[in-house]
């Protein structure tokens, strides 16, 4: 199980980077769950630290139901130079819906590079906003040659990812992402002591910001403190066997295969 942390800006990216997160994802708080950083921010952070050898990951938004949008901004970001790029289906309501996003950000990405891994993110509380399930993620992210899927949550008012979803939808989603061959992330106001059961559930990658910050407050600073704090919890987890045996390292490609949905 690897930890996924988000900075907003340099300095946090540093203290991310120095406490031994497995991925640097640069997002923009302000614009919401998966809100776009700058382009100048996002370059300026990879440029820094993706030499050590942290993977770096951006998201393109809570994007519209507008896969042309879609497509222009994850060139865009593609041209950053990162190595992970996570679209977030926020206006999408339908399979349909999100495999034509999904299609997009592929095929724009792929005008760039070939070895970005492109992450396909639903919303694990898409119950309380009309969003597209859980299971017809999986299926557009398998569907469109994605790399990876993921949830989160798109309202951020106190409630996370085990009031969203039950644990056993929760496992649900990692298996079936893990059997399309994707490589599954869950995410989603995930606090410290959440860690112990998704180990138990195997996901590839977990990720965290509010768990990072001061008082457990995503809009706060990212501290030192608790980042340390996460990983020193997430390498005694796997320790003890506690992970899914992923190299995120290598760049699978998404693998076509039957999912039961």
């Known amino acids: 199980m690897k930890m996924l942390v988000s900075p907003i800006c340099m300095a946090e990216a540093r203290i991310v980077a120095e406490g031994g997160a497995d991925i640097l994802d640069i997002k923009n708080v302000g614009e919401g769950s998966l809100g776009a950083q700058g382009p100048w921010v996002i370059k300026e952070i990879i440029k820094a630290f993706q030499p050590t050898g942290i993977l770096c990951s951006a998201t393109l938004g809570d994007l519209p139901q507008k896969p042309g949008t879609a497509a ?3 060139y865009g970001a593609a041209l950053c130079g990162t190595d992970y790029l996570k679209a977030g289906l926020h206006g999408s309501k339908t399979y349909e819906d999100a495999l034509a996003i999904m299609n997009a950000v592929v095929r724009a990405v792929r005008m760039v590079r070939s070895d970005i891994l492109v992450v396909a993110s ?3 509380d898409f119950r309380r906003f009309g969003g597209v399930g859980y299971r017809d993620v999986v299926r557009a992210a398998r569907d469109s040659g994605c790399n990876a899927v993921m949830v989160d949550t798109a309202i951020k008012d106190g409630k996370d ?3 969203a979803l039950t ?3 929760i496992a649900e989603f990692i298996k079936l992402g893990q059997e399309a061959g994707l ?9 410290l002591r959440h860690l112990p059961e998704l180990a138990q559930m195997r996901p590839d990658i977990v990720g965290v910001r509010g768990a990072a910050c001061d008082d457990g407050d995503r809009t706060k600073g990212i501290t030192r403190e608790k980042v340390h704090e996460l990983m020193a919890t997430v390498r005694k987890l796997n320790a003890t066997g506690g992970t899914a045996g992923a190299n995120l390292r290598e760049r699978p490609p998404a693998k076509r295969v039957a999912v039961a949905v």
């Open 161 to 163: 990812l085990f009031d």
């Open 122 to 124: 639903g919303y694990a």
């Open 183 to 191: 490589l599954v992330a869950v995410a989603g106001s995930v606090k």
């Open 72 to 74: 222009l901004a994850a």
């Open 167 to 169: 644990p056993e939808e």
